[in-house]
């Protein structure tokens, strides 16, 4: 019988050339949008929040709970200040 020649194939040498270092792409901020409505729900976030945990919270306990950025816990801070709703307890808040 015939025999098969075996053949290797061998692999390119590889090019050394350097990379570009990467660059870390900077961490997207969330767009915060400015009107009566966001406003209003974010308020509400704030307030049902502040009603189920019936104790005073930090601005960053706040949106943690409420799973809110703080940004976003202060736009509703403001409008629950406005309207009354809530009160400054040693630089905590609380329902009023």
């Keep these: 019988m015939a025999e098969k020649n075996a053949t290797k194939k061998v692999a390119a040498p590889?090019?050394?050339t350097k990379?570009?270092?990467?660059?870390k792409a900077a961490p997207k901020?969330?767009?915060?949008?400015l009107n009566a409505?966001?406003?209003g729900f974010k308020a509400g976030d704030v307030y049902?929040?502040?009603?189920?945990a019936g104790k005073?919270?930090?601005v960053a306990e706040i949106a943690k709970a409420a799973k809110?950025?703080?940004?976003?816990?202060?736009?509703?801070?403001g409008w629950l200040f406005k309207e009354g709703k809530i009160k400054d307890e040693d630089?905590?808040?609380a329902l009023a």
């Design 68 to 77: 809110i950025t703080e940004e976003e816990t202060l736009l509703g801070i």
């Design 29 to 33: 901020k969330a767009v915060l949008v």
């Design 14 to 16: 590889k090019a050394t």
């Design 91 to 93: 630089n905590k808040i």
């Design 37 to 39: 409505e966001n406003a």
């Design 19 to 23: 990379k570009a270092p990467v660059k």
């Design 56 to 58: 005073a919270y930090t």
């Design 48 to 52: 049902q929040t502040l009603a189920a």
